[in-house]
C-alpha cells in the first residue's frame, strides 16, 4: 500500500503534474487533492514551495541517473555493461522527464545548472563505459554524447512502438556504437 502523505508521494505527484501541465500544474493545493491529503502533509515534509521545486529536482535526478549510475547488477563485462545500461534506460523510460524537466528548469537560472551538473555526470559514466571497452578518450567521449543525445531526443519523437521494438532500436544503435 502506497502511503500518500510520504514525502516520496508528494514528489511522485509532482513529477506527474510536471509531465501532464508544466511546472504550473506542480501546485500544493492541487497535489494535496490528488492525493487525498491536506496541504499540512506537505508542509510536514518540505518549509515551503522552494524547498519542495529542489527536492522535486533532486528526487528525478537521483531516480533517473544515480539509480543507473549505482546499479550493482550490470555486467561486468565493459560492451555487455554498455548494452545493459542502455536496455535498462529503455526499460524504466528514464529519458522520458527529461523533456518536462528542461522546459521546466529553461527559465529558472539556478535549477538550470543544476540540470547541467546532472548532464555532465551523465555524460561522464557514459563516457567511461565506453572507454572501459577499449574506445579511445576521443572515441569514447563521441560514443557517449552519441548515446545521450539518442536518449534525450526519443522522447520528442511520437512514434508509438512496444517496448520490444525500443529495446530492439537502442540494441542497434548501441551495436552501431561498439563497433571498432
Same mark, same amino acid.
Given at each position: 500500500?502506497?502511503?500518500?502523505?510520504?514525502?516520496?508521494?508528494?514528489?511522485? %505527484?509532482?513529477?506527474?503534474?510536471?509531465?501532464? /501541465?508544466?511546472?504550473?500544474?506542480?501546485?500544493?493545493?492541487?497535489?494535496?487533492?490528488?492525493?487525498?491529503?491536506?496541504? /499540512?502533509? #506537505?508542509?510536514?515534509? #518540505?518549509?515551503?514551495?522552494?524547498? #519542495?521545486?529542489?527536492?522535486?529536482?533532486?528526487?528525478?535526478? &537521483?531516480?533517473?541517473?544515480?539509480?543507473?549510475?549505482?546499479?550493482?547488477?550490470?555486467?561486468?563485462?565493459? *560492451?555487455?555493461?554498455?548494452?545493459?545500461? %542502455?536496455?535498462?534506460?529503455?526499460?524504466?523510460?528514464?529519458?522520458?522527464?527529461?523533456?518536462?524537466?528542461? @522546459?521546466?528548469?529553461?527559465?529558472?537560472?539556478?535549477? *538550470?545548472?543544476?540540470? %547541467?551538473?546532472?548532464?555532465?555526470?551523465?555524460?561522464?559514466?557514459?563516457?567511461?563505459? #565506453?572507454?572501459?571497452?577499449?574506445?579511445?578518450?576521443?572515441?569514447?567521449?563521441?560514443?557517449?554524447?552519441?548515446?545521450?543525445?539518442?536518449?534525450?531526443? &526519443?522522447?520528442?519523437? @511520437?512514434? *508509438? &512502438?512496444?517496448? /520490444?521494438?525500443?529495446?530492439? *532500436?537502442?540494441?542497434?544503435?548501441?551495436?552501431?556504437?561498439?563497433? &571498432?
Amino acid at each position: 500500500m502506497v502511503d500518500k502523505q510520504s514525502k516520496k508521494s508528494w514528489l511522485n %505527484a509532482a513529477l506527474k503534474a510536471l509531465a501532464s /501541465g508544466g511546472i504550473d500544474k506542480v501546485r500544493v493545493e492541487s497535489l494535496a487533492k490528488n492525493l487525498g491529503v491536506t496541504k /499540512g502533509s #506537505f508542509y510536514w515534509h #518540505f518549509k515551503d514551495r522552494e524547498q #519542495f521545486l529542489d527536492e522535486l529536482l533532486n528526487f528525478w535526478a &537521483e531516480q533517473s541517473t544515480q539509480t543507473v549510475i549505482a546499479n550493482p547488477d550490470y555486467p561486468t563485462d565493459s *560492451r555487455a555493461r554498455v548494452r545493459a545500461v %542502455a536496455e535498462d534506460i529503455v526499460r524504466r523510460d528514464l529519458g522520458g522527464m527529461d523533456p518536462h524537466i528542461r @522546459s521546466w528548469t529553461q527559465y529558472d537560472k539556478r535549477r *538550470r545548472k543544476v540540470v %547541467a551538473m546532472i548532464d555532465k555526470k551523465r555524460f561522464e559514466f557514459l563516457r567511461d563505459l #565506453f572507454a572501459a571497452a577499449g574506445f579511445s578518450t576521443s572515441g569514447a567521449r563521441l560514443r557517449a554524447q552519441s548515446l545521450y543525445r539518442y536518449v534525450l531526443g &526519443e522522447p520528442f519523437i @511520437s512514434v *508509438r &512502438e512496444s517496448m /520490444g521494438q525500443r529495446l530492439q *532500436r537502442m540494441q542497434a544503435h548501441v551495436d552501431l556504437l561498439l563497433r &571498432e
